[in-house]
């Protein structure tokens, strides 16, 4: 635990020290909290965004891509002199001129079966930024074999999903991705972009509850969205929440 905080640090984050849930303590809390996010690209930018904004001390990013044209859209971290060039890199540069004093970590590889698990450890808190249901179940299985929240989003023409998963808990209020998502379907959330289309703001709106997710994780405030699945369809403005429980065939989480 830091023993204090820079003045600078006080008027950096003033606006959420001020805050009875964060105050002091809960800034030196995210200041030395560590976060991983897979995929930087229309979730990864603006979740990334923000928790460099709030001081999360530290933030592991994974996409082996690079910026190309279409990404622009919604991809709000990268600009035009960043086409054809590797996202990680370009996000490291961005991030630290928002917020110098963060440690980034770049992963500019796939992330597969064979080295998620020695990635995640160094980690407190897991997002999921990627766009299809091969990464998501790979991430899910491996939060939950190495007992690390996740924070789920998905993404689809003006619609977004998000939840947080603990799956490692064993109890019927602790589904893990897979519980909710058996089986590979086209008809959830979770195709490519490239498949369905996406309007840039959704991308934003699912980010941004997934990087204030984060935080409340870190600090232990609030209620969580552990077995539930918030459901925004901006094209309607319909907002709605569904609960689910543990699948007790799960083959990951029981
Ligand atoms: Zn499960």
Redesign the pocket.
Known sequence: MLKTLSEKDIQRYAHQIILKNIGIDGQKKLLISKVFILGMGGLGSPVSMYLASAGIGTLGIADFDNVEISNLQRQVLFDQKSINKSKVEIAKKKLLLMNPKLKINIYKKKITKINIDKIIKNYDVIVDGSDNFQTKYLINDSCVKNKKTLISAALRGFEAQITTIK?WIKSENN??Y??MFPQLTKNILGETYQDCGIVGGIAGIAGSLQSVEVIKDILGIGKNLVGELIIIDLLFNRFKKIKFK??KK?I??N
């Open positions: 799956g589904p893990c897979r519980c543990k699948n799960c990951i989480c």
